[in-house]
């Protein structure tokens, strides 16, 4: 399953290339107007929706950073910015050039007004201007060139509602909402400002990806359908105008199947690689398991093979084995050893000498050692605060005549030190599971300090997979509060039953930024090729104009 956010950056690039279309639309029918009279108000008019379209392209060739990181092309937002704010002015210059197409004013004898709503119409006004003064007040005293941009638009709705509503032109009345829409998008978008904060409720909202990124590009999407229905219809009256924006949509059309497509693609393959490197991963630290369950079936056999031990066993001398093992655990750096006689009886536990006479004849490996198999395995323990899971190794006892005396169990409880290392040889978060409770982790607790350890698995695809089918699970999961591209391998013990889970996870932001510069590379490369297209489906549609003449 693909990341959502590799799908809302897709979707974020066709929404902007949608925009674009829809201002080159306009910039093409307002130019197709000013060639005729080559007046000012219509140039300036032109002219501000051809930056602003390049403006949009530009946002939207760019990939979040929390998706891709910093790269060359993060200045390129910057560029979005500047020419969006650039397009809202020229485009405001040239609806304030243009006089405005008055209502009609009718004498009394053929419509009496009543004198109450000329106050009225003038009252508002006057509120309008009021609230604009006041917001451009607001919006001038700060220092950032973005927070210039919901003026700049919002003055295009205010000049384009004054056309539509004060003076006769009704049918620019779609126009205005268009950029109503648009006002909204650049408001929304000051939230990027914001997420530099420590507020976590807040960092929520204003995150990339989160609800406020997700309106705004809605707003986006309506404004920009909005503008182009309305361009729409003019433009259908004008053969060639139709045939180059039909065209140019096409093309367009084929530039985002075929980009969507490559980056669907890339996703999957990098993520499939993703996972196949973590199941090899797991596998090379399964083998490293049992390189150390190796040393501990080592340590096992030294104990067994001294016949001072061998000595000691035969006299079922308890004190005497506490004295000859009295630093085993230190030197040979393991956690636990269990030495019996041919009874299964306890004679010593090195880890606590005061307990002691008991029986293990339940206990399988001592059972096997006891018929001469030297065995190892994985065993789920309990522990004070949380179940162990310790690395077993059992080796038998003989005496001079070969004959089986007793037993030596050496045990290594895996702990954070283990994982530790693990990490450090392959630089992947990795933890150890007995049965579903995490025991050992690379992963911190929301303290940023402690180990996130004592957590129960409650994923029932994880535990069914691993545990009761004691197969090999891999997938999205969450962890600590971080989505991971993860593989879960079952840990078994000496009857090759899982006891335990080994977890070995990458962090799904790395593969996004892998695959992100890939992508940010296409889209762009797409814009460019699209921009380069346009001179060619301009001959095109002009030719097929004339053809149909």
């Known amino acids: 399953m693909l990341p959502i956010e590799f799908i809302q950056t897709d979707a974020h690039f066709a929404i902007g290339m949608l925009a674009a279309l829809a201002c080159f639309a306009t910039f093409w029918l307002y130019l197709d107007a000013w060639t005729g009279k080559r007046e000012s108000k219509e140039l300036f008019k032109w002219l501000g929706y051809a930056i602003l379209a390049v403006g949009v392209m530009f946002a939207a060739a760019q990939v979040e950073p929390a998706f891709l990181g910093q790269t060359v092309f993060s200045k390129i937002g910057w560029v979005g910015l500047i020419l969006r704010g650039i397009g809202y002015g020229v485009l405001a210059v040239g609806l304030a050039l243009d006089p405005l197409q008055a209502v009609p004013v009718h004498t009394p004898e053929e419509s009496p007004v009543p004198a109450e709503t000329s106050e009225l119409v003038a009252a508002k006004e006057q509120k309008v201007k009021g609230q604009k003064k006041s917001q451009s007040g607001f919006l001038f005293g700060l220092a950032t060139f973005q927070f210039l941009l919901p003026l700049l638009s919002g003055s295009v709705v205010y000049l384009y509602w004054r056309r539509a509503y004060q003076g006769l032109e009704r049918h620019l009345r779609p126009v205005m909402w268009a950029f109503i829409w648009f006002t909204g998008f650049e408001v929304l978008d000051l939230s990027t400002l914001l997420r530099g904060s420590t507020d976590p409720r807040l960092y929520?909202?204003?995150?990339?990806?989160?609800?406020?990124?997700?309106?705004?590009?809605?707003m986006l999407a309506a404004g920009a359908v909005l503008l182009g229905w309305w361009v729409w219809q003019y433009l259908t009256k004008r053969l060639q105008t139709q045939l180059f924006i039909v065209l140019t949509t096409a093309c367009l059309?084929?530039?985002?199947?075929?980009?969507?497509?490559?980056t669907f693609l890339l996703m999957a393959r990098v993520q499939d690689q993703a996972f196949s490197s973590l199941s090899t991963t797991a596998k090379v630290l399964d083998t490293a398991i049992?390189?150390?369950?190796?040393?501990?079936m080592a340590a096992a056999e030294v104990v067994a093979e001294n016949p001072t031990v061998a000595s000691a066993v035969v006299a079922k001398d308890h004190a005497g084995l506490a004295k000859l093992e009295n630093d085993f655990l230190t030197s040979q750096h393991q956690s636990s050893l269990l030495i019996t006689n041919d009874e299964s009886q306890v004679l010593l536990r090195a880890e606590d000498p005061s307990n002691w006479g008991d029986s293990v004849s339940s206990d399988s490996l001592v059972s096997r050692a006891l018929v001469g198999k030297a065995s190892h395995g994985l065993a789920a323990a309990g522990g004070a605060l949380m179940p162990r899971l310790l690395m077993r190794s059992v080796a038998p006892i003989r005496d001079g005549a070969g004959v089986i005396i007793g037993t030596v169990t050496v045990g290594f409880t895996v702990d954070d030190a283990f994982v530790d290392g693990l990490k450090q040889s392959t630089g992947l978060s990795s933890s150890i599971y007995s049965g579903n409770v995490r025991?050992?982790?690379t992963l911190v607790g929301t303290d940023g300090r402690s180990r996130a350890v004592g957590v129960k698995e409650t994923n029932g695809a994880i535990t069914g997979t691993v545990l009761s089918q004691n197969k090999t699970w891999s997938g999205l999961v969450t962890q600590g509060g971080q989505s991971y591209l993860a593989v879960f391998e079952p840990l078994r013990d000496a009857d090759n039953s899982p006891v335990g889970m080994l977890f070995i996870g990458q962090p799904q932001v790395l593969l996004l930024r892998a695959a992100g510069r890939s992508i940010e590379l296409t889209f762009l490369i797409a814009v460019g090729l699209l921009m380069v297209a346009i001179w060619p489906v301009h001959l095109i549609s002009k030719s097929l104009a004339?053809?149909?003449h």
């Not at 059309?253 to 490559?262: D, Q, R, Y």
């Not at 049992?290 to 501990?296: P, V």
């Open 546 to 548: 004339n053809q149909l």
């Open 204 to 218: 929520s909202l204003v995150a990339p990806f989160g609800p406020i990124w997700t309106i705004e590009n809605v």
């Open 439 to 441: 025991v050992a982790t």
């Open 290 to 296: 049992a390189g150390q369950q190796a040393q501990t």
């Open 253 to 262: 059309a084929i530039f985002l199947v075929t980009t969507v497509s490559f």
